[in-house]
């Protein structure tokens, strides 16, 4: 397993929707500085473009990396291949996010042979975004140096149920090595919800709609008032 930084806090996860004009990367890369100055200890970003121009803004930042990229053979969507993981090392990630799901991967690929080769040809430590228990560890024994609940709720096994991944973070962070940080992500809406999943056993917690979503958040209220 390759080291990795061991986050702590707060992981602010700085990402814009396709079409908004927030997906500039000098706008991501001043909303990443903005939460960086406020005491996020890291920051999650999308795509080798806005990787390379936070990395260029903030030299010293801890950057978990992934690319969302779509293929007719899987649903599988975060940095699903090998040539995305090299893509998303190259741009300056520290971390590089993946699937690491049960789910078929594009290609047939197996997620151990992913992990294998970036850990070996890359030296790149690995942050598993998974949606079970058993997807937790299976990645964990891989080679992933995190794990994170990002998927629960987002998957074909998980669809009935909603994040935060509360049922989740107990029984990972039992059953992980002790030197595998758990990392509480999708669902975080408030303080008190960020406090209660370091309460159930998160070393950190990725926060990103409530903090940098102005375009779901505009929306949500835009709606609410129209109603």
Do not use: F, N
């Given at each position: ?86 893509a998303v ?36 430590p690995l ?11 299976q990645a ?88």
């Amino acid at each position: 397993m390759i080291q990795a930084p061991w986050p702590r806090g707060l992981i602010v996860s700085v990402q814009a929707p396709e079409g908004s004009p927030l997906r500039d990367p000098e706008v991501i890369a001043a909303m990443a500085e903005a939460s960086l100055q406020q005491g996020a200890r890291g920051v999650r970003l999308e795509s080798p473009e806005h990787i390379g121009a936070v990395r260029r803004r903030c030299p010293a930042a801890l950057i978990v990396g992934l690319w969302k990229r779509s293929h007719a053979d899987s649903s599988v969507y975060i940095t699903p291949t090998w040539e995305d993981i090299q893509a998303v090392w190259a741009a300056g990630a520290d971390v590089v996010a993946l699937d690491a799901t049960s789910r078929r991967r594009p290609g047939g690929v197996q997620l151990a042979e992913l992990v294998e080769r970036a850990t070996q040809e890359l030296g790149a430590p690995l942050m598993a975004d998974v949606a079970t228990l058993e997807e937790g560890l299976q990645a964990a024994l891989l080679g992933c140096a995190w794990v994170g609940t990002t998927l629960y709720g987002y998957t074909e096994a998980t669809a009935d149920a909603r994040p935060p991944a509360w049922d989740l973070l107990s029984p990972l962070r039992r059953d992980l090595p002790a030197q595998v940080p758990l990392i509480c992500e999708g669902g975080i809406g408030s303080v008190q919800q960020a406090r209660e999943a370091l309460d159930r056993g998160a070393d950190a917690v990725v926060v990103g709609t409530a903090i940098t979503g102005i375009d779901l958040q505009v929306a949500a209220y835009s709606r609410a008032l129209q109603d």
